[in-house]
Nanobody
Framework: QVQLVESGGGLVQAGGSLRRSCAAA????????MGWFRQSPGKERELLAA????????YYADSVKGRFTISRDNAKNTVYLQMNSLKPADTAVYYC?????????????????WGQGTQVTVSS
């Protein structure tokens, strides 16, 4: 089993920045890919960004490309999401995710492990 503990997030004004962190614990040797999703009321969970263990492959949704950056520190078993130029449309609950295969991270129905989720609110 893998446990994901998220931190960061909260309330920010439009145009501001936030940094989210997600620390993995447990059977971390099985984890190759990690990512960030978000979900707004009435909407499906949306993949924002994903990264492999070696950071050799990354994925960004068009909605965040150029504004959000995913990175990881394998020594700390932690993945980060730097969010810049935030907009009110970015308001959602943000979730960290992890899986043994990068391809599984790309589909929320296939992800093996989830963080607890944290609300991010961007005020106008």
């Amino acid at each position: 089993q893998v446990q994901l503990v998220e931190s960061g997030g909260g309330l920010v004004q439009a145009g501001g920045s936030l940094r989210r962190s997600c620390a993995a614990a447990g059977s971390i040797g099985s984890i190759n890919a990690m990512g960030w999703f978000r979900q707004s009321p009435g909407k499906e969970r949306e993949l924002l960004a994903a990264i492999t263990y070696s950071s050799s492959s990354t994925y960004y949704a068009d909605s965040v490309k150029g504004r959000f950056t995913i990175s990881r520190d394998n020594a700390k078993n932690t993945v980060y999401l730097q969010m810049n130029s935030l907009k009110p449309a970015d308001t959602a609950v943000y979730y960290c995710a992890a899986d043994s295969h990068f391809a599984r991270i790309l589909a929320p129905t296939r992800v093996s492990y989830w963080g607890q989720g944290t609300q991010v609110t961007v005020s106008s």
